[in-house]
């Protein structure tokens, strides 16, 4: 298991999945003749071959009176249109307990935006119902993100992880509704970062003199600093993921703060350079 200190603040990263190539599907842009001049993307974030490797994890924020877990990934026992994310068995849960983390002890679930990878274990399948995993935790969501995905009745498969992933949670009563711009605790806050979602945030990190973020998926993959321009294919707002990316990376660029990426493999953290007009990620 991976984990970074950042002052008091204590984050880990617990893998549901990390798969090299197939990622064409998300970012139609980074091809392998595109991503392979990237020399900075290799060893952690992109194959000799030029296929790039990404992840799907939570992170578990540990501060000194609070225990948040950011993003539930896909889940286990769901019906999706991915192949490779249907009817999952993954050991995610177990390995959170082996990691020091049980259900039970999770105070905190703090969805960046409702997608599919990223509230699958708000819930779990119990006697043929969908259950809330976390029993003893507040379920955090921006309001415009979950009006938006609440409202949307002509795409099936939303729907259907809206109904099998948030709604039971919301039904329990464990669902409160935040701004964009939110303090969770004295050291974790909410940064809009929108474009890929109506409501998306990241996650900003403070702790006695010691910054970072959990980026959310404004940016899935670090081939995506060399090229702001390249869009999630699931964007919302293509124009505006855009501009976040280049707002965002223009403010940290060069600044003490440990850039925790939500789908990067590997090392998955780093800082963020600038590299004549665009940027990479010095890990």
Not at 39 to 54: C, K, S, V
Request: hydrophobic share 40%; aromatic share 8%; with cysteine.
């Amino acid at each position: 298991m991976q984990s970074w200190q950042v002052g008091k603040v204590r984050v880990s990263k617990i893998v549901e999945m990390e798969v090299a190539g197939g990622t064409r599907f998300i970012l139609p842009d980074a091809t392998k003749e595109a991503c392979l001049p990237i020399d900075w993307l290799q060893p952690h974030f992109m194959t000799p071959e030029g296929r790039l490797i990404m992840s799907i994890h939570a992170l578990v924020i540990e501060t000194p009176d609070r225990r948040i877990v950011v993003d539930t990934c896909i889940g286990n026992d769901k019906l999706r249109e991915n192949p490779n994310w249907t009817n999952l068995q993954k050991p995610f849960l177990e390995d959170m307990a082996a990691a020091g983390f049980p259900v039970d002890s999770i105070d905190t679930v703090m969805c960046t935006h409702l997608h599919v990878d990223h509230v699958g274990w708000n819930t779990m399948l119990v006697d043929g119902k969908w259950e809330p995993t976390f029993k003893n935790a507040r379920y955090l969501m921006a309001t415009p993100e979950f009006d938006y995905w609440r409202d949307q009745d002509t795409d099936a498969e939303s729907r259907v992880i809206f109904e099998d992933s948030v709604q039971p949670v919301f039904d329990a009563g464990l669902v409160d509704f935040v701004t964009t711009t939110h303090q969770i605790c004295p050291e974790v806050s909410l940064k809009p970062t929108h474009g890929h979602t109506p409501g998306h945030v990241s996650v900003m990190i403070e702790s006695e003199g010691e910054r970072a973020m959990i980026t959310g998926d404004f940016v899935h993959h670090p081939c995506q600093m060399a090229h702001t321009e390249w869009c999630a294919s699931v964007d919302y707002d293509p124009t505006e993921s855009k501009a976040t990316r280049d707002r965002v990376f223009a403010e940290l660029a060069d600044e003490p703060v440990l850039i925790i990426g939500t789908h990067f493999a590997g090392i998955t953290a780093g800082h963020l350079k600038r590299d004549g007009d665009v940027y990479r990620l010095e890990v």
